[in-house]
């Protein structure tokens, strides 16, 4: 897909500091970059993270790569330069959350390490924490709570990621955080990233944080 560039724009900076932005909401804003597998267990883990930060007074939001796809890119489909702008819309969208001061949780299977370090290399060290959402593909497979699997086997689905060949997926070199969950639970998965997140000193006062613990 070519993107066109647009001319005749100029960047208006805002009157309020990141810094404030972050004193107010009393954390340390982050992208939470979830890949891996379809069905690997990427939107559940987001879903549950997102949760207990909330609980926590932290404020986060996640972006899911199908809720993504029923709205602002909805008119990509699933071929290499589609998947490569997929990935670039959602990291613009991604910057401006964390800009805001939020966490934000993405679930994308993003599956080329290109387009994942491109996400990283617009946001300022620290802002990118990669995880590695690691499962085998049979155990994917066997999950398989879409039927996407067994359709791609099948052949009825083309372009489908760790099975067609036109479609590979090139795991993390170096992630942040890595989660096996064929023998971690989503409550384990969950606890891990907390761990990281409170080590390297993102979560802070939090706002409201009522039931919060650390």
Known sequence: MTVRQAQNITWH????????RNNLLG????????TGLSACGKST????LEQVLIQRGYPAYV??????RHGLNK????????RAENIRRIGEVAKLFVDAGLIVITSF??????????VRSIMLPGEFIEVFVDAPIEVCAARDPKGLYAKAFRGDIKEFTGISPEAPYEPPLSPEIHLRTDTMN??????TIL?????HHYLQGGVGAKGRSS
Do not use: K
């Open 75 to 82: 008119n990509l489909g699933f071929s290499p330069e589609d």
């Open 63 to 68: 972006l899911d790569g199908d809720n993504i």
């Open 109 to 118: 299977i993003s599956p080329y390490r290109a387009d994942r370090d491109r």
């Open 27 to 34: 954390q340390r804003p982050c992208c939470i970059w979830l």
């Open 186 to 191: 989503v409550e384990e998965c969950v606890e």
């Open 195 to 199: 761990q990281y997140l409170l080590a």
């Open 45 to 48: 883990i987001a879903m549950a």
């Open 13 to 20: 900076p805002g009157h309020v500091t990141r810094e404030e």
